[in-house]
């Protein structure tokens, strides 16, 4: 094996067999296989793409490059993962809503990326969370609390890591092929028996077209069947925001008052569809009525509760949880210019707004402001009287929120007359 021969035969428009493709990752991860080599293999796979057996075997190969977790649960080992939207913290009520109903949720979870933020900054706002836990502590939380979420320790999915930053300066980053080895790789490496994928369609999703997000679900379930694991996915609505803000703290403050039966809404309801796709995927009769019992009761919310405590926050966050998130000095209602019925959010707009308040990441290295971002944002369908707030910014500074005003206007699209509501849910791929 090496790397030249590898490369040329996915020159020729061939796919290289099981045997090296796993060379190939184990060289990602050891170093065998130089920059200039993985960049070159990235080109290739991005311009001639693999067989559908190829790229379940790079993708088992890249989970294989590192740590694989194994459970010995009294009950199904089960996640889910999202391709990426704005307001979009499903995770932190997923998590917590499942381990009520008694499996056992492993998640290992990511930062911001581009415009969507990251389900580990928004855990982070909560003073005290630890993401980083060693592999006993990470094994004790979901033990005894039935879920963690965490981030990846460097030994899983190594190959992937590396992979993942060549391709970044490299212009390989859109390829279905190496999306789903680099997705599935880090979810398949955490040792789950069941997962479900949210495969985000929209405005504000990285998938804008319902074909192109077809095309990612059905790679991404295929290839996780084909390697061992049973997975479905959702296709879902991101052309507005799931949630009504965006941003670290506020998006907490959405999970508590989903968790406190506070509010219901689309967040909630995706939550509890996708809770259920994976409970009877898993074999758990009348998943549905599991997942609301176990959201309006408390219970999830004790859960979620029992995981901060665990993972080093507040001991009663649940209990008084707005007393212990932050809150942006500066905060301003945008007025809607005209009356009018909402036709249309630019949803990636919004997210670089909140990105360019300190909310997210420009650089690998900015820290991120946990206070900050857009709340009460209207939805598509809803009428506003002229001066009606179209969002609540939450900002560091007047000038932040001076130019933050001007792109929330521009990102919403007000209209005469009733507008088209899409669906949130639309399709499910097995």
């Given amino acids: 094996m090496d790397a030249r021969a590898i490369n040329a035969t996915l020159r020729k428009g061939q796919t290289p067999d099981a045997d090296a493709l796993s060379w ?43 740590k694989v977790l194994q459970w010995n649960m009294d009950a199904p080992v089960l996640d889910k993962h999202s391709t990426g939207g704005v307001g979009d913290c499903v995770s932190l009520i997923l998590a917590p809503a499942l381990a009520a109903c008694g499996v056992y949720v492993p998640m290992i979870s990511g930062r911001g990326l581009g415009h969507t933020g990251g389900t580990l900054d928004k855990l982070e706002a909560i003073p005290g969370f630890r993401t980083t836990l060693s592999e006993d502590q990470f094994r004790h939380v979901v033990g005894e609390v039935g879920c963690a979420i965490v981030s990846a320790s460097a030994d899983i999915a190594p190959a992937d890591k590396r992979l993942y930053a060549i391709r970044d300066v490299t212009g390989t980053v859109e390829s279905l092929d190496l999306i789903t080895a680099s997705i599935l790789s880090k979810k398949l490496a955490a040792g789950l028996e069941g997962l479900v994928l949210d495969v985000k369609c929209g405005s504000g999703a990285f998938m804008k077209s319902a074909d192109d997000a077809r095309a990612l679900a059905r790679a991404l379930v295929d290839t996780a069947n084909a390697t061992g694991c049973q997975t479905s996915a959702l296709i879902t609505d991101m052309s507005q925001p799931l949630a009504p803000s965006l941003g670290n703290a506020l998006e907490v403050i959405d999970v508590m008052r989903v968790l406190t039966g506070a509010t219901s809404g689309r967040l909630l309801d995706l939550t509890i569809a996708l809770g259920a796709a994976l409970l009877e995927q898993a074999g758990i009769e009348n998943g549905t009525d599991k997942m609301n019992k176990a959201i309006s009761s408390g219970a999830a919310a004790e ?109 919403i699209t007000l209209g005469k007359g009733p507008a088209s509501v899409p669906d949130l849910i639309l399709e499910h791929i097995a």
């Avoid at 212990?324 to 959010?345: K, S």
């Avoid at 402001?369 to 001066?387: C, E």
């Fill in 303 to 411: 859960k979620f509760g029992a995981m901060v405590y665990a993972m080093g926050g507040p001991v009663r966050f649940v209990e008084d949880w707005a007393r212990f998130l932050p809150e942006a000095p500066v905060i301003r209602e945008v007025p809607a210019p005209e009356a009018g019925t909402v036709t249309a959010i630019d949803g990636e707009a919004l997210g670089l707004t909140v990105v360019e308040l300190g909310g997210g990441r420009q650089v690998e290295t900015d820290i991120v402001d946990p206070a900050v971002g857009l709340s009460d944002v209207v939805s598509i369908g809803d009428t506003v009287r002229k001066g009606q707030p179209l969002a609540r910014i939450h900002a560091a500074r007047e000038a932040q929120a001076d130019a933050a005003e001007e792109a929330v206007r521009a990102a």
């Fill in 24 to 66: 190939f990752a184990r060289g990602l991860a050891d170093g065998t296989v130089t920059d200039a080599q993985a960049g070159a293999f990235a080109m290739g796979v991005c311009l001639n793409g693999l067989t559908d057996a190829g790229r379940a075997a790079f993708t088992a190969a890249m989970r294989d490059s590192g």
